[in-house]
């Protein structure tokens, strides 16, 4: 019996919450927001030493169960369009529950309290300040059927979230030490909201052969061309803030060097699926969107915090 739990647990997160996939994303986002903070604050006295390993540890197990906790809002939400168009995922058929998922979610929010509570009662403030968010993306903000007609407002509604969380991972650098909001973190939140908004185009972007009915993705609601337009709108988007946010810590030839084979990747995806609409061109949005979230972090946070440390 025992092993029967671990296995259908198992069979449910490799099917709707990859761990190593989901795992690498995370680790590299949450370093890089603290990397990034304590770049920023690199002429700031600190009042206190923060353990930089420890801060992003915090980060990223946070980071990682606000994700897990996405995911558990969603089977939520959408349990009643699964059961009806999409008996195959896992809580439809019944290999798990949502009260078992419900329980999980609130097991990770202890977890969550407990971490913050070791950085100080602003990061409390902070983690209730992302949950309520979540817990609004829950109610669809209690206009469901306004948003459902209304495709972008809800995938910007929903993308808040990114740089609600992008915040509180920096701020498991600066809130303990002392030194209070970065003024100049905006370029780095906006970052992380274009970022999500890839991640979420780019997983919604499909072959003609693979669109399934009552599943609104992107290509199938815009069209395939209007679709992939969009997201290669947003790659630029990204592409400029991350140019903004590395000139404020004085890495723009960093980033930029990391940029150029990125917007050449989502070019040539771009083209061969509009041109060759095939379910592998179809997936190449997805892992070019990961590609991103590796790039575009690493060079912003993580290089310049460890080149900082040896120069």
Known sequence: MATDVKNRWWVYLDERFPLMKNGLLIAVFAAA????AAVLARETPSPQPVSLPGAMLIAFLTLFLF???LRVADEFKDYADDAQFRSYRPVPRGLVSLHELGVLAIAAAVIQFGLAFSLG????LLLALVWGYIWLMREEFFAPEWLKV?????????????????LYASACFWSPAGLGLPTTLGWFLLVSYCNGMIIELGRKIR?????ETGVETYSAL????????VWLAVMGGLAIASLLAARTIQ??????LFLLPLL??????????VSNPTTRWAKSFEWTSGLSTLLVYTSLGILPLFLQHRL
């Open 33 to 36: 927001a603290v990397g990034y």
């Open 67 to 69: 994700f897990f906790q």
């Open 121 to 124: 009662w602003g990061m409390v």
């Open 150 to 166: 209304h495709p972008v407002l809800y995938m910007l509604s929903h993308m808040v979230v990114m740089p609600l969380m992008a």
């Open 207 to 211: 072959a003609p052969q693979d669109e």
């Open 222 to 229: 815009w069209g395939r061309s209007n679709a992939v337009a």
């Open 251 to 256: 890495f723009l030839p960093l980033v930029t």
């Open 264 to 273: 050449t990747a989502a070019m040539v995806v771009s083209w061969r699926f």
